[in-house]
């Protein structure tokens, strides 16, 4: 079964700057599917921004861009110009073509903190 | 509102009760789900409807009990449940594989006393 890990449970920067977050997974298949949600406090999970592991060319959406790395099966979500609004926790998740069974796999979370 | 409305927003129950939570999506989507989310927990899949037929429910305790009368309606019913249920309940939908992402509804925070 697969997994996915973020290694960092809290983050915390200033409006307007830039922010890192990190994800790694395991899967010994080769195409599968990566995303980004969001969650703020209102609960409801957001989708940020979606990877097909078949395409090299890292996606972007507007302010939120991912470095794909598949070899090293890493997957780490930048936020550029953040801003308060992006204050929510994180999560990173993966999911085969199919989906089925095994749904969604998700990430623990980051929690982001956006200071003003 | 994001296509997937869940209700109720709240719940509060005793260990004997018997309640159900409801899910609804309007997106024509064919494939629904149930997800659990503990405090610093992943996200847990429960259940997982497909064509309304069950796919997998990863060994559920059978104190949660789906039901998907449609392509548009999931139900969790509950009965004689542990105060280690409480948790936010997600309900999910999305379109086949599911390789353009999940739609979330907003959850019911369950709490068992």
């Known amino acids: 079964a697969q997994t996915v890990t973020q290694s960092q449970p809290e983050m915390s920067v200033q409006e307007a700057e830039t922010v890192t977050l990190s994800c790694t997974y395991d899967?010994?298949?080769?195409?599968?599917?990566l995303f980004w949600y969001k969650q703020p406090p209102s609960r409801q999970m957001i989708l940020v921004i979606r990877?097909?592991?078949?395409?090299?060319q890292n996606a972007t959406e507007n302010r939120f861009s991912v470095n794909f790395q598949k070899a090293a099966k890493s997957f780490s979500l930048k936020i550029s110009d953040s801003q308060l609004g992006d204050t929510a926790m994180y999560f990173c998740a993966f999911c085969y073509p199919g989906g089925g069974a095994d749904g969604l796999t998700f990430g623990k979370g980051t929690h982001l903190i956006i200071q003003p | 509102e994001t296509g997937v409305t869940q209700t109720p927003r709240h719940l509060v129950m005793g260990m004997t009760n018997k309640k159900s939570l409801k899910c609804e999506q309007h997106l024509g989507h064919n494939a629904m789900y149930w997800y659990k989310q503990s405090a610093k927990k992943p996200l847990e899949l429960m259940f997982v409807?497909?064509?309304?037929?069950?796919?997998e429910n990863n060994s559920v305790p059978s104190r949660f009990s789906p039901e998907c009368p449609n392509s548009s309606h999931l139900f969790l019913h509950l009965h004689t449940l542990q105060p280690e249920d409480s948790a936010l309940y997600l309900c999910a939908s999305s379109q086949d594989s599911g390789g353009y992402g999940y739609t979330f509804g907003s959850g019911t925070r369950l709490t068992v006393v």
């Open positions: 990877q097909e592991a078949y395409k090299q």
């Open positions: 409807y497909s064509l309304e037929e069950r796919v």
């Open positions: 899967t010994s298949e080769n195409n599968y599917y």
